[in-house]
């Protein structure tokens, strides 16, 4: 059987079978591989994989050709015989010519986690923007592993035809011909989000105007759309798989102050998020860019915890939102006995333990919302001169109340919501 024929057999089978695979330096603990793994395997599952193995090589670097030792290849294909595993799923992401080389070297079908985000991401998108920012964060994944394929047909021709070095020629050709149609394709699937976003902007500026915005971020799974749900019966998907939600939901909220706050649900975060996502998932997560606030809900019942508020800040922080202030929401207290939650309590006291599900401790959720929307303080500032681009900050943050050029710098009066305080801590001054 050639190897396209078995991909074939694969991609027709009901069930894929998979082994992962993962590397653990001396410096790695080994609880944190296992937890990367589980997390590996949920993604599997909801990709629709069944894993049955799982293999960790003890090694200081990944090999340079094939990732992995020779000795562990072998090892790892008398294993999928044994197994009846049809392909290996790296926690890591491989680079286009380790895959390669592990199919020519190995006989081994692999594939990695980003490349099965990706796939979750496919079936999952269901808006025009979701599907051309999956297509576009595919294609930016394809174009450095196109040559793959091409190197395949160049060696199948050079073995028919006996002459490696015109076939070749054959390959390449086809190859940037393939890259260039990509390319193409690339550009033109960012010009309609381009375009789209041109719509989508002008919409939020005008809901921006009139609402404040809060914005549910979390780590994939946390239950944002359950606790989004709670809050407005909007009745989104929530499902117990990863990014069950691709596609931003906004809907209004009367917090019984008066004025509705404009609230929106966004797609998860999860560590080592691959970056072509990001890139293409820059528009949707604009959502959370321009939020008055983040309501950052955790799963707490997840012994990982502490780890996954990181990374959900990590990301926040890479695209631009960590200055937004924020409530930590720490959800699934219905999962957890009283003294875990007291301990937590200890560790994070200005969280809010809820359980979205059972709607425990919503109204005071609400309360909390609403003192973080409404209230606005008053206070002095004084800006050094030098400091010219706080002061613009200000302006743009603050209402102003009185302004006075002193010796020192610029003496400011303003009112400002309590949150955007801490931009201005070091400025702060009594009159
Ligand atoms: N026990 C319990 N389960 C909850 C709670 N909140 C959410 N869940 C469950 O957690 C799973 C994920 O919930 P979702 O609301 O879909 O989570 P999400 O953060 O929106 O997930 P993605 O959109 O996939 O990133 C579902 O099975 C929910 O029923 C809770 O307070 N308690
Ligand atoms: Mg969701």
Redesign the pocket.
């Known amino acids: 059987m050639t190897s396209e024929e078995k991909l074939i057999e694969i991609t027709n089978k009901e069930t894929i079978k998979a082994i992962m695979v993962s590397l653990c330096r001396q410096k790695d603990k080994l609880q944190d591989i296992e937890d990367s793994m589980n997390e590996l395997e949920r993604l599997a599952d909801t990709a629709g994989v069944e894993i049955v193995g799982r293999f960790i090589q003890k090694r200081e670097n990944p090999k340079a050709a094939t990732y992995i030792g020779s000795g562990f290849a072998e090892m790892l294909k008398e294993e999928m015989e044994k197994l009846g595993a049809d392909i290996l799923i790296f926690d890591n992401e491989l680079t286009p010519s380790q895959g390669r080389n592990l199919k020519k070297d190995y006989e081994l079908e692999t594939t990695d986690r980003t490349e099965l985000i990706l796939d979750i991401f496919h079936s999952h998108a269901h808006t025009n923007e979701a599907k051309l920012q999956v297509k576009l964060a595919e294609l930016r994944y394809q174009l450095p592993r196109l040559k793959r394929l091409w190197t395949h047909l160049d060696s199948v021709r050079g073995s028919a035809s006996g002459s490696k070095g015109a076939s070749r020629g054959v390959g390449e050709t086809q190859l940037e011909l393939d890259k260039r149609k990509i390319r193409e394709e690339i550009r033109s699937i960012d010009e309609q989000l381009s375009k789209l976003n041109i719509q989508l902007d002008t919409q939020r500026k005008k809901r921006r105007e009139k609402y404040k915005l809060a914005c549910v971020v ?12 709670s809050l407005t019966d909007a009745g989104v ?10 596609d931003s939901t906004s809907k209004a909220l009367n917090l019984g102050y008066g004025e509705d706050v404009i609230i929106t ?1 966004t ?2 975060f999860i560590a080592n998020l691959p970056h072509q996502l990001v890139a293409s998932f820059r528009a949707t997560l604009k959502e959370a860019i321009e939020a008055d606030l983040l309501i950052h ?1 955790v ?1 707490a ?1 997840d012994t990982r915890y502490e780890q996954l508020i990181n990374e959900v800040n990590k990301v926040l922080a890479e695209i631009g939102a960590s200055e937004i202030p924020q409530i930590l929401v720490l ?5 957890l006995p009283e003294v875990m939650i007291k301990m937590m309590h200890k560790k994070y006291p200005d969280a809010i333990y ?5 709607k ?1 401790n919503m109204d005071y959720l609400k309360i909390t919302l609403e003192e973080h929307l409404k209230q606005s303080v008053t206070f002095n500032l004084l800006i050094p001169y030098a400091d010219s681009a706080v002061e613009a900050l200000a302006h743009k943050k603050c209402e102003l109340i009185e302004k006075e050029y002193r010796d020192n710098g610029v003496f400011l009066q303003v009112r400002i919501n309590k949150e955007d305080m801490r931009l201005f801590e070091k400025y702060i001054v009594k009159a």
Request: net charge negative; hydrophobic share 35%.
């Open positions: 979390g780590y994939t799974n946390a239950g944002k759309s359950t606790l989004f749900n998907l929530e499902e117990d798989k990863l990014f069950a939600t691709l649900d797609v998860g809900v799963d019942s959800n699934k207290i219905d999962l809820i359980s979205a599900k059972q425990t």
